[in-house]
């Protein structure tokens, strides 16, 4: 089994930074992907950035440029540092696991950016 637990959401001003880490505990082995994903009220998760145990790594359009992802070199730790936030980024974060179409989440992190 595979235990998730983000950390680092919070309340930040329209331009500001944050960094959410996720941390992979348990039985990560084989091919594996990391991601975050994002929900606001009413809407489904939607991925936001995610990497591959290959380290191969994936931006959607609205997280490139503005959001960079780092891991350890175990790759069970994945850091999302986020940067110029916009209010429309005001979301629960999530951090995915996912293995042999098996997907682990994690509780969420929420992200605030308002004045």
């Known amino acids: 089994q595979v235990q998730i637990v983000e950390s680092g959401g919070g309340l930040v001003q329209p331009g500001g930074s944050l960094r959410l880490s996720c941390q992979a505990s348990?039985?990560?082995?084989?091919?594996?992907?990391l991601a975050w994903f994002r929900q606001v009220p009413g809407h489904d998760k939607a991925l936001v950035a995610s990497?591959?145990?290959?380290?191969?790594?994936y931006y959607t359009a609205s997280a490139k440029g503005r959001f960079t992802l780092s891991t350890d070199n175990t790759l069970t730790t994945l850091n999302m540092q986020m940067n110029s936030l916009q209010p429309e980024d005001t979301a629960v974060y999530y951090c995915?696991?996912?293995?042999?179409?098996?997907?682990?989440w994690g509780p969420g992190t929420q992200v605030t950016v308002s004045s």
């Open positions: 990497i591959t145990s290959l380290n191969t790594t």
């Open positions: 995915q696991h996912a293995h042999n179409a098996r997907a682990t």
């Open positions: 348990g039985t990560i082995r084989g091919f594996y992907t």
